[in-house]
Each structure stands twice: as C-alpha cells, then as structure tokens.
C-alpha cells in the first residue's frame, strides 16, 4: 500500500523541472561530498500475537485478561520514517506507508541511505498532523483506503478489528485510533534502538525485521478490557490510553545483509 | 518515466489568478496554493460537481443538495433528500467565499475544502457511493479521460485530482457583487428603509454575522432549544467539550434571502422567523449561550421589517445567475 503512484510527477512538471534536475545533478557532482555512497535498507513488519505470527479470521488467540479474539483487520500508518546515530539522520523522503495484514505487499519497504553504521530505527506511528489538514492527498494517505475519517477530517492511525466473546458490543472488537490536535493527539515517536549496528553498504540491501505485537493493545502503559472498552471509533481520552499501549507493540528482531 | 504517446504530456492548463475582492480580507489560507487554478481544473470540477455519477443511484449530484438558484443551498429544504428516500440530519448550507473557510460543516467536522465532498459522497443519506466505485465510473468516461489531462497533465484519473478539481469549482464561487456590494463600491445607493436595516444589521447583528464575508466563521450557541428530533447538539460531537454544546457555525448572510429555510435544522422557514427568534426567542438559560444574545436582541417591528430589506440587497446574481458556476448544457 506504499504505492509508486507517489512518483507520477505531472508529465508537464516534469518537463519543466527535468532541465533543472539535470543542472543540478552536473553542478552537484563536480562536489565530490555529494557523491555518497548509498545502500538500501528494507524494514519489514511481522504482525504477532505474544510470538506468534497473526493469523487473520480463523485464529483465536486470548489477551493477558483471558479475553478470547481473533482478528479480522490490522492496519497502522508508518511515517517519517529515519535512520538514525549520534551525527547523522538518514530520512526517507515522502516517506508514508499503510501496513495491512491482508496484503503481505504492505508489509514491507526500502529506501536508500548513506553507507554506515546506525543505531536507530525512528519513525512515526501515525500520521504527521501536516497531512491530517493539507487536503486531499494520494498514495498510502488517499482516502480510499479506508483510513480517513469523513466526519472528523483526519486520518485513522491504526485501526483494528476482530470478534470477542468478551464484548457486549455484538460480539464485535473495533479500534479505529485518531486524532492529531494537540489535545488528542495519538501519533506516536518510535525510536527502536538495535543491539548491534545496522551497518548499510554500498549496494546492498539490509533488511531489518520489526515484530509488530498486537497483545500490547490491552497491556504496558494501561490496563484496558475487552469487556470494558470493545469499541473506540472517536479520539479522546480512551484513544490516547490505547495509543500509549501499542507505542510498546514494536521490537527489532533481527538485522541482516544481503 | 516512460510515457506512451497516448498518455503523453498535453499542453499547459490555462491558469487562473483568483482575485480577492477590493476591500476584502485576504484568505487564511491560500486554498490554491498546492492546487494552482486553472480553467481546466475549474471545468472538470464544474463537471464533476454537476454528475450524478458521483452517488450510487445516479440522481444525486452534488448539485442536487447545492442547487445554484438557492446560492447553493437547498432552496425550500429544512433536510436534503438522499439515496434510497433517505434524509440528511442538517441543512444544506449555501457554497459561497469557500476560500474563507477553514472549517466545513455545521460543526467544523471538516478541516479542508478539498476533503469536504467525501463526507456526502460517501454518507449512506446522501450520496451513498464508494470513492472506487465513483473513479471506476468516471475512468470509463472518455470526456473525464481528457479533462484530467488537460486539468493535471495525465490521464490518471484519482481521487486526489478529483477533489482538487472540485475545490477549484467550489473554492471559485465567490459573493461579491450584490447591491450590498455596489453600494459600497459607490454605483448604487440605498432605499430609505434599506439604510435603517443596515444600521440596526450593524448594531445588533454584525459583531457575529462580520462584513464584508457576513460571517466570522466562529461556532456559538444562538439560543435556540435541542432539535429532539435529530438530537444534534453540533460542535460539541467534534470537540467532545460541553460548553460547545448546541454551537453551530454562524452562516453567512450573503444571499440569505433565497437560501430558506434557515437554521441548521431549517427550522424557520422566513427571514421575519429567524429576527424573531432573535428578538424574542432566545432560550436565555442556556449556560453557553452567546454573550451577545444574553439580553436576547430587542427590535421594533419597523426595525425588523428594515432589517429585512437590507438582508435583501444581499442577493448576488453573479452567483445566483452567473452562467460559468451553471451545469454545462
């Protein structure tokens, strides 16, 4: 879902740019700085529940409360996405994605990064406030993928759904998680530091493998119910108190080159 | 890039320059800044705005909620009809100065022009359609094929490009030219009894209802008691905070005579009703009740009869008969 479509220049803005794309290339390269090396590094989710790999409809797993699940839908925004040690920052530009457990296409993505060894994975869970309120926007943040809300602008940061004999709701689970304003903001600052380097090499690619724990939901920060809270569809307080639980739901499994 | 012939690149699109009246505040935010006008642009949106296509049934346009002959409200509706003998829970304000507007809706549910139309295109009592359904429609259409690329340089036709489109139809209907407008501009001059309406306006209605716009655009309880019908207590449903209880966006004035009914409710069907909920009607015990309208708005019958005849001359056929804001016959 992190979409090419984000690369269709305009045609006639391209012909317009493209001579002064191409000075700039000339001018830049007689800079000898300029010519960095570059690696790729390629981060990939795994969804799990407690370890195991998430299996969507058919799966029942329980939560810490003993609260039966399964899961129908998991998806969350991933943004802003950098590299990170003590001098340099290596972002991703445009750098938006939409993970959805339905679609293993989602599940992963590369950028390229200047040669060298960093300690941080850093990104945003969510969408920056920016583009909650800068209009209509394509790619992963188009509105046609079911993640932006028609009645409150803004974009739904993770949104998931399941059955539960534990909700008075129908049975039903849903979390749709927003709010960007200040007062209900949920976006969350990622910083997964790694045990060992992620070393990036000029022509390679490094995969990182982040485990995505959807148990943490109930867990960590607060103590959060089925029974109690089966729905959370608005932002307020109830989504702040989720958001707190699922910053925790990442960890770096492993790191290896290609 | 590679880029088939076919899908090459057209020429440039005709842009415009969209001119803030003399006088007027500029916008606070320039709507056209990351969606440059052009005559292309406008006319897809034009188009667009105008194409049952756009709902699940084919008979609701946009323009069918927004009829131009109401100033782009829904002329004699309290609630608009929707798809499948469905109502909507509001009514249908009038899209006029859009360019001024930072917050959508009744309640401000909506922060940008340009996502506005997916709230009714999508709502199961209006247009009741999917976003992919409406781009599968418009993608068959060779007429839509060729106006994207005249309007965005390419043939791809997406729901980014298609709400900017209409942003630029929506964001270009501006009010401006009433005999209000002329009046001040000094060609024309005021009746008698529109001149003492225009000063009992600027005494007791202008401080919400702000010129040269006829609105500031806040949200505030007028007074009037809960619709228990609809159970709509407005602002409060977005911001989660009591004292935005029963506040609603204060509409503008511009073209109010044919934009009945009024309230968000369209509970009042004249403009004499809306003074005299003003004058006399006013539910003082609410707590967040406006303080302007504390002591409710007293007004002789000749005032309010003059205040009316000034709300007249806010009538603007630029807008209301301006054949470039018309469906394209």
Known sequence: MSSGRKFAVDSWQLAVCLPVIVMLFLSFSEVPSIKAKTGSVRIVFKNTVAGIPLML??????????????????????SNVSLENKTDKQAEKESYHLTDARDSTSMSFSYMVTEGKYRDLVFLLGVDSIRNCSGAQTGALDPMNDMFWTWNSGYVMAKFEGGSDSSKAMRRMEYHIGGYKASENVVQNIRLHAATPISITEGKETIIIIETDISKWWQTIDKITIAENPICTTPGSLAKRIAANYSNMFSIQSISNN | MIISAANGPGPKPTYLEFKIPDGWPKPPTDIFAKNRLSEEGFQL????????????????PCA?????????????????????NTFTTRNAPPLLNLAWMTEFQWDGAVNHIEVQPLSPMTASNEMAESIDSILIKLRRDTAYVRMFKAAFGTTEINSQRMLKALAQ?????????????????????????????????????????????????????????????????????????KNDSLKFKVPTLRNVAVTYPYMHDGRFVTLGQVIDH??????????????????????????KNNLIYFLFTLTDSSVVHNPRFAERQ
């Not at chain 2, 964001?171 to 001149?195: N, P, Q």
């Not at chain 2, 010129?211 to 602002?235: A, H, K, M, V």
């Not at chain 2, 003003?278 to 005032?303: C, F, I, W």
């Open chain 2, 45 to 60: 949106g034009r188009k667009l705005f105008y194409d049952g296509r756009l709902s699940k049934d084919g008979n609701f």
């Open chain 2, 278 to 303: 003003y004058r006399t009607g006013v539910q003082t015990n609410q707590p967040n009740l406006d303080s302007a309208l504390r002591n409710k708005l007293p007004m002789t019958l000749t005032e």
């Open chain 2, 169 to 241: 139809f929506t964001g270009s209907i501006v009010s401006a030219d009433s005999k209000y407008d002329k009046i001040k501009r000094g060609e024309r001059v005021f009746t008698t009894s529109e001149l003492n309406g225009y000063n009992t306006f600027k005494e007791k209605c202008a401080s919400c209802h702000k010129e040269p716009l006829f609105t500031d655009n806040s949200f505030r309880n007028n007074g009037l008691p809960l619709n228990t019908f609809t159970s709509d207590y407005g602002r409060m449903k977005i911001t989660r905070d």
């Open chain 1, 57 to 78: 409809d058919s799966a029942k797993y329980k939560n810490i409360f003993g609260e039966p699940f399964t899961v129908t839908k998991f998806k969350y925004y991933i």
């Open chain 2, 64 to 84: 069918s909620c927004h009829q131009q002959f109401a100033a782009f409200a829904n002329f004699e509706h309290d609630f608009s009809h929707g798809f499948n």
